[in-house]
């Protein structure tokens, strides 16, 4: 066991070996949330709290069970409803909250780099449930736990990451974990959604899905923003569908046991067919709702357990 | 009352020397610049052991938040900080609220600085009423009240009617004007370069080609109207041909940059440090390279410090959400002296750059060792070392990018017409 990290900011500080360590503990974990009686209490006496400075169903309640299931206290800040509304600064809100002696602080907020700047003010561990465009770790590390379980392996995958890359905190997190685990990237989405000198990644990067999907193993998809459907990136909902929304005949083109996630939630019919979203045999994407509790979990635990070495007597 | 500076290393930006010798003031002016061990009579004589004297730096674009935001900047707190950055002249820039945009204003404003800072202070005037690009300002009025330029500061008129208009108008009261080369649709929300930093860090970001195209439109407008203009930053290495060309053409152009495009590069902003947050942002190594090198030949002229005071509030938030801008008044003469330490230019270039050019753009006797010249001096040892704290400037905000850095070179004392306004500890 490596992880030595106080907070989980993003992908791009951790090692193959702490991405190692976090997916075989949440391997442990799925096994648990599986049990008719899925309590453990590694994480009791501890104080979670989630904040959420845009709106979020999914994340944030894969966050509240992972932390209820480990025994954690867990309270739900709803911070756009509340004192930014007020004018309260992002640090303001940090140092009243720290005040409150929360163990583990989960953010997620509209702006790139805010989770960063909210961890160097607070004394607790900090986890980035995604900051603007920038990371969103736990869903690059329950992408990969998905395709581990799928594929036997997280190495010398061929993964292809479609659509709005661009505004796409998924798939920057997913590119350095992916990239860190030795996978061939290819990135396919319109020039207008592709972030600038991204080849410096180390990625390919295609503008049509049938060259790009060729031969992948991995069909990842991400959500195009409503708001960016009309005109200003791309001409039409209609023409993204027909030339990046995931059908049968696009998928053709990868490998017969090629695996289609999507990060949710879904616009069916415009970055993917309702049907290839539902087939048990490549859809993998209700797996991922699942692998994403475990993750979670994971993640919290292991920060836990860094906390309570450094500061023993904070946790006796 | 004559004043005599011995064992001087004099930098003499209009002859390009660094030479030893020795420099007279008498009164409010320089009277003699000579070598030689025969040193002339002065009722006081300042023995420099060595130290550099230099003429003081010209600074075209400070802004002193006054009026509006007093609690940023006064002249008091910016005329001190001037003095010790070794900073004799500040051009200060109409972007406060309001804007200095009327004749009254301007003359407030000439007022508190009279009687506020020790250093000169030149006031420019908004080129658009509330700088909002759609009606000029009283220009005559505001050249008559002492303004020196006209400028935007970082609002790029769009309307490009409007902007020649003003062109022509201001062309014909022989008006400087001072532009942001920026194509303002294409930097609208950028708070970085556009680039692999820029992606890496999920930042929303601007192509470098934006200032190339600013430029262009600026330059055509130049030819069409006569006017004389000045570039207030040019920062990236695709716009520095238009700029070359301009030149060659005989149109009545200069450019400057600041200090901070000089010596850091985008990657300084690290893990979204707004210290860090300048307009335009901060470039790529390759473009930093490219703009020294236009200094170096002259093709741009000033190096400005931009100053740009924020207080901690506008600063300690997320990076897109941030104030632009860093304070600069005291680190220029250090951040400079980075320049002539790495080679990359000599001290005659560097004071050509901060101090003769800028006085010659703005039709200032300053800035050179001329005979009759105003005695605006600075002594600074460039070589003294020194770890920057921020909680020492004397402007009242605090935002610099060098806090914490290691730096060289210091002001040892300012003078102003023969006045000494500085004196270092």
Redesign the interface.
């Given at each position: 066991m490596t992880f030595s990290h106080s907070h989980l900011l993003g992908i791009?500080p951790l090692t193959p070996s702490d991405i190692t360590a976090i997916l075989d503990l949440a391997d442990q974990y799925v096994e648990l949330n599986r049990r008719d009686v899925k309590h453990s209490n590694v994480l009791a006496g501890l104080t979670q709290v989630n904040m959420f400075f845009e709106n979020s169903t999914r994340t944030q309640a894969s966050f509240e069970l992972a932390g209820k299931r480990l025994g954690a206290d867990v309270m739900n800040m709803a911070m756009q409803a509340s004192s930014i509304k007020k004018g309260e600064?992002?640090?303001d809100t940090a140092m009243t909250l720290n005040a409150m002696h929360p163990d583990l602080l989960v953010v997620r907020?509209p702006?790139?780099?805010?989770v960063?700047?909210l961890a160097q003010k607070v004394n607790c561990a900090v986890l980035n449930a995604g900051?603007?465009?920038?990371?969103h770790p736990t869903q690059a590390l329950l992408d990969a736990l998905t395709i581990r379980r799928a594929k036997g392996r997280l190495h010398r995958l061929s993964i292809a990451i479609c659509g709005d890359i661009a505004h796409s905190?998924v798939a920057?997190s997913n590119i350095m974990l992916l990239g860190k685990m030795e996978n061939r990237i290819r990135l396919i989405g319109p020039p207008t959604l592709m972030?600038?000198?991204?080849g410096?990644?180390g990625v390919e990067v295609y503008d049509d899905m049938a060259e790009g999907l060729n031969d992948v193993d991995v069909v990842m998809m991400l959500r195009l923003q409503k708001e960016r459907m009309d005109g200003g990136f791309i001409p039409s909902e209609r023409e993204y569908y027909h030339r990046y929304g995931l059908d049968a005949l696009k998928l053709n083109h990868a490998k017969n046991d090629a695996i289609v996630m999507h990060p949710g939630p879904m616009n069916r019919g415009v970055e993917i067919d309702g049907e290839i979203a539902d087939d048990i045999n490549r859809s993998v994407i209700q797996e991922q709702v699942e692998m994403g509790v475990a993750v979670r979990m994971a993640a919290m635990e292991l920060l836990a357990r860094n906390r309570r070495a450094k500061s023993p007597e904070v946790m006796a | 009352m004559t004043i005599l500076f011995k064992n001087a290393r004099l930098i003499d930006p209009e002859a390009g020397t660094d030479s030893e010798g020795w420099l007279l003031i008498d009164g409010g002016t320089i009277s003699a610049v000579g070598g030689g061990s025969e040193l002339p009579k002065a009722a006081q004589v300042i023995d420099c052991q060595g130290k550099c004297v230099a003429p003081g730096i010209v600074d075209i674009g400070v802004k002193v938040c006054e009026p509006g935001e007093r609690h940023k900047e006064s002249y008091r707190s910016a005329g001190a900080a001037a003095a010790a950055g070794g900073v004799t002249t500040i051009v200060t820039r109409p972007d406060t609220a309001p804007a200095i945009d009327n004749p009254e204003t301007l003359e407030f404003v000439a007022r508190r600085a009279n009687e506020d800072a020790p250093v000169n202070v030149l006031p420019m005037a908004a080129l658009t009423k509330g700088r909002e690009g759609r009606e000029m300002t009283e220009i005559g009025f505001l050249k008559d009240a002492g303004a020196v330029a006209f400028t935007d500061c970082d609002h790029v008129v769009r309307d490009t009617k409007v902007l020649s208009r003003a062109f022509a108008y201001a062309r014909s009261l022989g008006a400087l004007v001072m532009c942001h080369p920026q194509e303002p649709g294409l930097s609208a929300g950028a708070a970085a370069t556009s680039g692999k930093f820029a992606s890496l860090k999920g930042l929303p970001a601007v192509t470098p080609m934006a200032e190339r195209m600013g430029i262009d439109r600026d330059i055509a407008l130049i030819e069409m109207t006569g006017v004389s203009y000045h570039a207030d930053q040019i920062t990236t290495a695709r716009a520095l041909p238009a700029l070359e060309r301009a030149k060659r053409n005989g149109l009545d152009i200069t450019a400057g940059v600041s200090i901070h495009h000089l010596t850091l590069n985008e990657l300084d902003v690290a893990n979204y440090r707004t210290f860090f947050k300048v307009k335009p942002p901060l470039r790529s190594e390759d473009d930093r390279q490219a703009i020294i090198t236009a200094v170096r030949e002259g093709l741009i002229d000033v190096i400005c410090s931009m100053h740009t005071p924020q207080d901690e509030e506008s600063k300690r938030l997320p990076f897109e959400e941030a104030a632009s801008g860093a304070v600069g008044l005291e680190t220029l003469l250090p951040a400079a002296m980075r320049l002539y330490h790495s080679g990359d230019l000599s001290l005659p270039q560097l004071f050509r750059a901060m101090a003769l050019n800028p006085a010659k753009r703005l039709g200032l006797a300053s800035g050179r060792f001329a005979e009759g010249a105003p005695a605006d001096l600075i002594v600074f040892d460039p070589d003294l070392p020194f770890v920057m704290d921020r909680s020492t400037l004397r402007s009242k905000s605090k935002n610099t990018p060098f806090d914490e850095a290691r730096m060289q070179g210091k002001v040892l004392a300012t003078y102003v017409d023969g006045e000494c306004v500085y004196e270092a500890s």
């Open positions: 791009e600064t992002l640090i907020h702006h790139s780099g805010a960063d700047l900051d603007g465009r920038h990371e905190r920057r972030p600038s000198e991204i410096a990644f | -």
